[in-house]
T-cell receptor, first 113, second 114 residues
Framework: AQSVSQHNHHVILSEAASLELGCNYSYGGTVNLFWYVQYPGQHLQLLLK??????LVKGIKGFEAEFIKSKFSFNLRKPSVQWSDTAEYFC???????????FGQGTTLQVKP | KAGVTQTPRYLIKTRGQQVTLSCSPISGHRSVSWYQQTPGQGLQFLFE???????NKGNFPGRFSGRQFSNSRSEMNVSTLELGDSALYLC?????????????FGEGSRLTVL
């Protein structure tokens, strides 16, 4: 069965620190890849997505992610975090063959001002 | 455009009861997916509907069921509630015939089972 693994469950950073959240998936077929974010008190929303093409994708608020096919990874990065980035981040993988979207366990990011 | 609307937002039930949750997708969206979110298990896929047909299903017991109406609105039902069913139930919609994984989520229905 397909699974999505996020390496960090809880990350605490100071403002201006760099962020990298790891995500690996187990599925050999063609996939679409996503990072979703859930800010405190808000609904889950799309942060960025990869369907094809340039494996380095840019999303909202300065976030980017890199798809490394050989490693089945889709890591999220941001060079300098802000207090407003405090949220829960979910990696998700969509199997194109079935349309199923599977989420990782989520990473809680806490940014200290 | 109005977003995905879920009702009720909060509800409390006791073990053995059943519950029905409702979801109105974004206007024009024809696919509706349901997820269960808990602190321990994260987001678990329940099922997806498109044009009133269940297109995908997760690994939940038969107590969890759903349906979609001709106007794309969807309901999910949980019968014989158990304590472990306490969770945030999220509905998400997407526009196209193909589910690419790009979903628009509602705020969820928080179910507490006592």
């Amino acid at each position: 069965a397909q699974s999505v693994s996020q390496h960090n469950h809880h990350v605490i950073l100071s403002e201006a620190a760099s962020l990298e959240l790891g995500c690996n998936y187990s599925y050999g077929g063609t996939v679409n890849l996503f990072w979703y974010v859930q800010y405190p008190g808000q609904h889950l929303q799309l942060l960025l997505k990869y369907f094809s093409g340039d494996p380095l994708v840019k999303g909202i608020k300065g976030f980017e992610a890199e798809f490394i096919k050989s490693k089945f990874s889709f890591n999220l990065r941001k060079p300098s975090v802000q207090w407003s980035d405090t949220a829960e981040y979910f990696c998700a993988v969509n199997q194109r063959a079935t349309g199923k979207l599977i989420f990782g366990q989520g990473t809680t990011l806490q940014v200290k001002p | 455009k109005a977003g995905v609307t879920q009702t009720p937002r909060y509800l409390i039930k006791t073990r053995g009861q059943q519950v029905t949750l409702s979801c109105s997708p974004i206007s024009g969206h024809r696919s509706v997916s349901w997820y269960q979110q808990t602190p321990g298990q994260g987001l678990q896929f329940l099922f997806e509907y498109f044009s009133e047909t269940q297109r995908n299903k997760g690994n939940f017991p038969g107590r969890f069921s759903g349906r979609q109406f001709s106007n794309s609105r969807s309901e999910m039902n949980v019968s014989t509630l158990e304590l472990g069913d306490s969770a945030l139930y999220l509905c998400a919609s997407s526009p196209g015939q193909e589910n690419t994984g790009e979903l628009f989520f509602g705020e969820g229905s928080r179910l507490t089972v006592l």
